[in-house]
């Protein structure tokens, strides 16, 4: 069974930088098929993808934050993180690290396990 586990500031000022770390265990990243994502969920509202690193270190962004938006494996450690740049204070939300592992059989995939970390506060503020 695959865990994860944020971890990083709770607290960011605006302009700065913020990095978040999902540590993994009970898995590797690197084990075929897996996709390793964060997501988002900023008060009163829905959640936001905001990217996602593949098994093979493939990583896709959403349109909207591409610009400022980083996610990058440490395989020494099974750890994936985010970086966002030039916070404000829209980017205040509930982080989660998020694993979704899947299968090829004829050519078809199939999802086989959709694995959260238990989500970590940041706030923008000064």
């Known amino acids: 069974q695959v865990q994860l586990e944020e971890s990083g500031p709770g607290l960011v000022k605006p302009s700065q930088t913020l990095s978040l770390t999902c540590t993994v265990s009970?898995?590797?990243?690197?084990?075929?098929?897996?996709?390793w994502s964060w997501i988002r969920q900023p008060p009163g509202k829905g959640p936001e993808w905001m990217g996602v690193?593949?098994?093979?270190?493939?990583?896709h962004y959403s349109a909207s934050r591409k610009s400022r938006t980083d996610i990058f494996a440490d395989t020494s450690k099974n750890q994936f993180s985010l970086q966002l740049n030039s916070v404000t204070p829209e980017n205040t939300a509930v982080y989660y690290c998020?694993?979704?592992?899947?299968?090829?059989?004829?050519?078809?995939?199939?999802?086989?396990?959709?694995?959260w970390g238990q989500g970590t506060q940041v706030a923008v503020s000064s």
């Open positions: 998020n694993a979704v592992s899947g299968t090829y059989y004829r050519g078809t995939y199939s999802q086989t396990g959709d694995y």
């Open positions: 009970g898995g590797s990243i690197t084990t075929s098929y897996y996709a």
């Open positions: 690193i593949a098994y093979d270190g493939t990583t």
